[in-house]
């Protein structure tokens, strides 16, 4: 069958289990639109209106799904916007290909109209970055990238798609379905001797990371960990991984890590650290562990031999799939009941906060929404002081995900909780969102819209960039630059968006508030009126502020 470069590439997509992507459309890639003309059911294109929102989209579906975002955009300025979530997905270790119009191979290499080299540009964000000049190559490199994207430590995959490449006729058979790939399975020896230096420790740890995990692989994790009575400590943002109801979940090792996880860790003799990288969050920038050889006897286990030694040497390295890895442990006993014990009792204590000053309290706000939603309800938050709500003040059981950005990008919140619609429908998906954040992406609700994908946003307004402010106060007290936003009418924006919107004023106000906003067909957007001062759950800003002038008058 003769058909273009562009057909022959959805066909590839649909083989391989693709059923929906994200975009924003561009002359360079006019042939694959033409394609996805005609594939609607099968393989979906969500129209974005920012490639930047697009690649979030994709990376969130990939961390949520665990199957390749897939993400269309076009070239130069096209593909400089969706760079933010290709940084993000790699970040995340989230499945994602971005395919990128090109320039045409007879005009590579002149700088022509929006050209970009994406070898150079992507080769250190991204997994693999390839350019398809061929389009008998194309089901070869596609099979790869499909591949790359999943296996290992999963990311993101870059490829670039010539134009005249694309227009060119083709009788080259697509593929026929995706290589079906195992997880690399520990050896046996080396789970011998995890056990044994496990249950020789007094003071044992389980840190876990990573979205690649099946359903299975954390019910059999749970098992030996609770069997065990070990503590269970969730990396930064993968607290979803593990169910927090559970006696021996313990907390998450992120940013503004609460102290008992750091005493946890730090007092550890042995970790057993699985599908985790090792990240400056989850480490408290790296001061937990001694770098290169931590005090602490680390095992690693990892999918990918490069993030295995790649900061930390550990006493045992095994390379292993985290679910394969899982499946195949067995109970450990140790005299450690009052260390795990007396690390959940910390845990739980940390729900408890003072009321926030202003009109709007999180800390009951935060209470009402764990005992009210629903336990496959997803989360999702960008970046800044208010992300400590979802994050800090959630119980997140075993259906319950978050989707929140490792690499601390605003504006990543709402494009992830439209996504997370696309995939899920039915799901309740609700949204944290700063003022800042919010309008990083806020043009995204037109996306929402379109795609009947919509969400329940909640807009925490506190007139500031929250994150930025703390560290302007605790650096450079009552030095206000650059920090303050005037903002616009959020709920007027939103109801244009075809969304239904109020402000809630009040914390007695909310229930009903978000009642409504459940009750809602067409999503909705609730701005919360929060006073700057509740900057932390435990510090206000002014006292943030007193504590640095007199720091900085101590030490004058």
């Not at 006073?531 to 002014?542: F, K």
Request: glycine share 10%; aromatic share 8%; proline share 6%.
């Amino acid at each position: 069958m003769i058909r273009n470069g562009g057909r022959l590439l959805v066909e590839c997509l649909i083989a391989l289990g693709a059923t929906k992507s994200f975009g924003v459309p561009g002359e360079s890639y006019l042939a694959v639109l033409d394609a996805l003309h005609d594939t609607r059911g099968k393989l979906d294109y969500v129209l974005c209106r920012n490639e930047g929102g697009a690649a979030f989209m994709a990376s969130a579906y990939g961390k949520l799904t665990g199957s390749p975002g897939i993400c269309f955009v076009t070239r130069g300025p096209g593909v400089a916007n969706a760079s933010i979530g290709v940084h993000t997905a790699m970040q995340d270790s989230s499945p994602m290909i971005l395919f990128v119009g090109q320039v045409g191979t007879d005009m590579r290499g002149r700088e022509a109209f929006q050209e970009i080299d994406y070898r150079a540009v992507f080769g250190t964000m991204a997994k693999w970055a390839v350019e398809i000049d061929a389009v008998e190559r194309l089901p070869e490199i596609i099979a790869r990238a499909w591949t790359t994207a999943l296996t290992g430590r999963p990311g993101p995959v870059v490829i670039a798609l010539p134009e005249n490449m694309l227009t060119t006729p083709t009788d080259v058979a697509a593929l026929s379905g995706p290589a079906r790939v195992f997880e690399a399975a520990a050896d046996a020896d080396a789970l011998a001797e995890a056990r044994s230096m496990l249950a020789a420790s007094s003071r044992p740890v389980i840190l876990i990371g990573g979205a690649n995990w099946s359903a299975d692989g954390r019910a059999v994790l749970q098992a030996f960990a609770e069997t065990s009575d070990i503590p269970v400590v969730a990396a930064f943002r993968f607290q979803d991984q593990f169910d927090n109801g559970s006696p021996v979940f313990v907390g998450e090792a992120g940013v503004g890590m609460v102290p008992h996880v750091k005493k946890l860790i730090r007092d550890a003799d042995v970790i057993l650290a699985i599908n985790l990288r090792f990240g400056e969050m989850t480490t408290d920038g790296y001061t937990l562990l001694s770098v290169p050889e931590p005090k602490q006897k680390l095992i690693h286990v990892h999918a990918s031999d490069r993030e295995i030694g790649k900061i930390y040497v550990p006493a045992l390295g095994i390379h292993a799939g985290p679910n394969a890895f899982a499946k195949a442990l067995s109970p450990v006993k140790g005299d450690w009941a009052a260390w795990r014990s007396q690390a959940r009792q910390s845990y739980e204590g940390t729900f408890t906060a003072p009321a926030q000053p202003g009109p709007v309290d999180m800390v009951e706000v935060s209470r009402w929404l764990r005992e009210t939603l629903p336990d496959d309800v997803i989360l999702t938050n960008g970046a800044g002081n208010f992300t400590v709500w979802p994050n800090k003040f959630f119980k997140f059981g075993p259906k319950a995900r978050l989707l929140a950005p490792q690499s601390g990008a605003m504006g990543y919140g709402l494009p992830a909780a439209i996504a997370a619609k696309v995939a899920f429908p039915s799901r309740t998906v609700v949204c944290f969102a700063g003022d800042g954040d919010f309008q990083m992406n806020c043009q995204e609700l037109g996306t929402a819209m379109q795609a009947g994908a919509q969400p329940i946003v909640l807009i925490l307004n506190n007139g500031i960039y929250g994150t930025i402010r703390a560290h302007q106060e605790r650096h450079y007290p009552a030095r206000v630059s650059g920090t303050n936003i005037e903002n616009p009418d959020f709920v007027g924006i939103a109801r244009a968006y075809g969304f239904h919107a109020e402000q809630v004023g009040a914390t007695c106000d909310f229930a009903g508030a978000f009642g409504r906003a459940l009750a809602s067909a067409t999503g909705a957007v609730l701005e919360l009126d929060i006073s700057p001062e509740a900057i932390t759950p435990r510090q206000t800003l002014s006292q943030m502020r007193d504590a640095a002038l007199a720091s900085h008058k101590a030490n004058a």
